[in-house]
């Protein structure tokens, strides 16, 4: 009997939605595979946090009490202070110089911030970003086409008749021959006169050295 009240009491405390840095987390997923759901944290820096609150990474996180849980929220929040800089995801910022790890909804954000700098300076991977090609050097010529003209248009090639390349060179010649029909008379034109015969030569009169 003990042993079925400890277990419905731990199942009253046990929590299937942890809230963690903005982000909601499966109670029922180990510690570290759970920190790993958060956008901007890798298998690392959750076994880091891991380590730094005396989490096990074999337990359920959902089993933890909520003062376990805050005191994970302030690892979270004190990456960008405890870890080194070449730990983070965003090591010596352009503008600050520090450097900081991007956790949730900051991820995308300093990621469009690097992006619009790009194109405002009109480097190559900010005009590919702002024509909507491909960044990182891949073919085009098979993936990533854009624009109206999509596959290729081919001329259709009259194929020779069975007489083989002599009879097929032999129609144009034959249509060439043949002279085109004359064109019908107008109405209310006069018709045209007839041609006149040609001369007869005229016979000689005078012999040749009389």
Not at 29 to 51: D, H, P, Q, Y
């Amino acid at each position: 009997m003990p042993d079925q009240s400890a277990e419905q009491d731990s199942k009253k405390d046990f929590h299937f939605i942890v809230h963690l840095a903005n982000t909601d987390l499966d109670g029922n997923k180990k510690s570290v595979v759970a920190l790993m759901k958060i956008k901007g944290m890798g298998k690392r820096i959750a076994e880091r946090i891991a380590v730094m609150t005396n989490l096990d990474a074999k337990v359920k996180i959902g089993s933890y009490p909520e003062s376990k849980h805050a005191e994970l929220e302030e690892a979270i929040a004190s990456i960008s202070k405890e870890f080194p800089h070449w730990m983070v995801n965003r090591p010596r910022e352009l503008e600050s110089g520090q450097s900081r790890h991007a956790i949730g909804t900051d991820v995308d954000m300093a990621v469009r911030e690097d992006i619009n700098r790009m194109k405002m300076i009109r480097c190559y991977k900010g005009i590919r970003h702002e024509t909507g090609q491909k960044v990182r050097g891949q073919r085009t010529r098979a993936n990533g086409r854009t624009g109206l003209t999509m596959g290729v248009t081919r001329t259709a090639v009259a194929a020779p008749a069975a007489g083989g390349e002599k009879a097929a060179a032999a129609e144009p010649a034959a249509a060439a021959a043949t002279p085109a029909p004359k064109a019908a008379p107008k109405a209310g034109a006069k018709p045209a006169a007839a041609a006149k015969p040609a001369a007869a030569p005229k016979a000689a009169t005078k012999e040749k050295g009389s």
